[in-house]
């Protein structure tokens, strides 16, 4: 089992980055991870305003992978996920759904055992800890930790938790993957901005599926199959992750692309991982496709 400290951490994904450890396929790596605003934010008189922003979202890693190489599939299963006693809420100015209906605040939520967020003396709720940002280099430039692409990024995709499995597709030899920006809550569309903000500590086990390959970020969990997606337009990202679903379901289940569609239209359905425009962040939609019985997977 390796152990990645949250200071050897990128602030891009990046072929040009240093990786901070190598491993082979199949091995453990524990990564403690900042908040979104590398711990910047102590306090609610620290206004996001205050945050110095060439230092958010930062990723731990990067993880060079032996033997993963262009057109392979990393595969990553969520184990724990731990987090700190605090975290931070925020609204942004000029971001998210109801900013013109908002004042810029800090909002500091204590979180009992990694489980329960009392959000004031009143109101309390149970929290699944999940991941923002996980991604590997993608095949050009440098992508800042803070946006999504095919390469995974700032996915902001709260089915992310312990007990998923992510794929990624892998762009460049190694792989270079890194994760960050753990939230102990968040809800679908993360409609202000931000979830609650926290500092934490993931277990993963990483592996290379060679033989298969997908272009953008895939999820799994126990019932379901996730495609994910982000475009600026939010009926584009909508459709690019229903397009990868749909070409997945064909290959694996045996469907024409019509029956596929047909399929998906009665039993899947279209999610909204981040949608906190105005925001410099792309939308991000996934579709869910529940695992049916007698049907093989989607991802071997
Ligand atoms: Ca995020
Ligand atoms: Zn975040």
Not at 6 to 13: C, G, L, M, R
């Amino acid at each position: 089992m390796h152990l990645l400290s949250k200071e050897q951490s990128v602030f891009a994904f990046s072929k040009e980055n240093e990786p901070v450890l190598k491993i082979t396929s199949g091995e453990q790596v524990t990564f403690q991870t900042y908040d979104c605003f590398s711990n910047q934010i102590e306090s609610e008189s620290d206004l996001v305003t205050s945050v110095d922003f060439s230092r958010v979202n930062p990723a731990t890693g990067p993880v060079y992978v032996e033997g993963a190489q262009p057109g392979d599939v990393l595969k990553i299963e969520i184990g724990q996920i731990t987090v700190r006693e605090w975290g931070v809420i925020s609204t942004l100015p000029e971001m998210g759904v109801l900013w013109h209906r908002a004042e810029t605040r800090t909002k500091i939520v204590p979180v009992e055992n990694s489980s329960i967020a009392h959000f004031n003396e009143r109101i309390h709720f149970p929290v699944n800890p999940m991941i923002g940002v996980i991604g590997v280099a993608p095949a050009d430039e440098a992508v800042p930790c803070g946006l999504p692409g095919n390469h995974g990024g700032n996915i902001d995709n709260h089915v992310i938790t312990k007990g998923s499995i992510v794929y990624l597709p892998v762009f460049v030899e190694g792989a270079l993957f890194g994760l960050g920006d753990v939230h102990a809550s968040m809800g679908d569309g993360e409609i202000g901005g931000t979830g609650i903000e926290i500092a934490g500590e993931v277990e993963t086990k990483i592996s290379v599926l060679k033989g298969t390959s997908i272009p953008r970020p895939m999820v799994e969990t126990d019932d379901s199959w996730y495609s994910v997606a982000s475009d600026e337009d939010t009926q584009r990202a909508i459709q690019i992750a229903c397009e990868d679903m749909q070409d997945l379901l064909v290959e694996n289940w045996d469907l024409t692309p019509t029956d596929a569609y047909l399929l998906m239209s009665v039993a899947g359905d279209v999610q909204m991982c981040q949608c906190c425009k105005p925001s410099p962040v792309d939308v991000i939609s996934r579709f869910r496709m529940p695992k049916l019985e007698n049907l093989p997977r989607l991802i071997e």
